[in-house]
């Protein structure tokens, strides 16, 4: 119950652009996820019917089996990194979002400026800090995508590598 006020207060000191961010972040997530889940589940099963596959086959050696090797590793290449473009686009929006919400939590401080003078320091001081809430949100959630953003690929990266070897002209 207290994270629940928690998190309300958070968006309502925020502003309207929490929500955007807090989209952005829920998509970032799923997609992280789903990545997570399609290596560790998904891709295994697709590897050993590949490398059945390939074993199968009678010819390893010639011109044609070349290509539809460099075919099945440039194929599986897509599925690993499905999704990875996208992941990094949220990454650099959520930085973009906090600063427009930095932006219209300014806006507001010059409006109390304006109708209040700079007298009314505590006006500004809570306009201030309401703008710097959306930076902060933004900053966290690309920052922490970063890093999954970054294992994804060098996982992506492995499994490629481990297939296209066990996938061998012989």
Known sequence: MYLINDVQAFIEQGGSVIWPIFF?????????????????????RI???????????????????YKIREAT????????????????????????????????????????ISINGTSDAQSMA???????????AGLVVALSGYYFSARLKQIANNEANKLADRLMLL
Not at 24 to 44: D, G
């Open 126 to 136: 809570q306009g201030v800090y309401r703008a710097t809430i959306p930076t902060m």
């Open 24 to 44: 952005t972040c829920l998509l970032l997530w799923t997609f992280i996820i789903e990545r997570f889940w399609f290596y560790r589940l998904s891709f295994p």
């Open 73 to 112: 590793i440039s194929e599986i290449n897509l599925q690993l990194n499905s999704k990875l473009t996208a992941i990094q686009t949220l990454i650099v929006i959520c930085p973009m979002l906090g600063l427009l919400g930095t932006v219209t939590g300014m806006v507001g401080v010059f409006e109390v």
């Open 47 to 65: 590897a050993a019917k590949v490398i059945r596959d390939w074993q199968a086959r009678k010819d390893h050696q010639s011109w044609c089996a």
